[in-house]
Nanobody, 128 residues
Framework: QVRLVESGGGSVQAGGSVRLSCAAS????????MGWFRQTADKEREGIAV???????RYADAVRGRFTISKDNDKNILYLQMDSLKAEDTAMYYC??????????????????????WGQGTQVTVSS
């Protein structure tokens, strides 16, 4: 079992930056694939970035080059640095953990079904 708690959301102007954090507790000694997802009222929850201890992070096309996922293994914190924000980035952002390394998911790395642990979400609103 692992518990995830997100923080850092808020309101920001287009072009600005926000950093989200996700604190993990519980069975953190297990190697999880950690990811960030987002969801709006009219869209399914979509995976935007994942990272593990084995390989380079993966990003969705919509955020590649603007967002950076990273994790501090000593503190058990996952981050999402969001730069050059756009109005379409407005969403509820969720932290998630899935069993095993991210490479096990192959091209389905962004599928929410691979992730069994979720945080409560944090809202990010970007105004244009």
């Amino acid at each position: 079992q692992v518990r995830l708690v997100e923080s850092g959301g808020g309101s920001v102007q287009a072009g600005g930056s926000v950093r989200l954090s996700c604190a993990a507790s519980g069975s953190t000694q297990i190697d999880y694939c950690m990811g960030w997802f987002r969801q709006t009222a009219d869209k399914e929850r979509e995976g935007i970035a994942v990272v593990d201890n084995e390989r380079e992070p993966r990003y969705a096309d919509a955020v590649r080059g603007r967002f950076t996922i990273s994790k501090d293994n000593d503190k058990n914190i996952l981050y999402l640095q969001m730069d050059s924000l756009k109005a379409e980035d407005t969403a509820m952002y969720y932290c998630a953990a899935g069993w095993g390394g991210c490479s096990a998911y192959g091209s389905s790395w962004s599928d929410r079904k691979n992730f069994g642990y979720w945080g409560q979400g944090t809202q990010v609103t970007v105004s244009s």
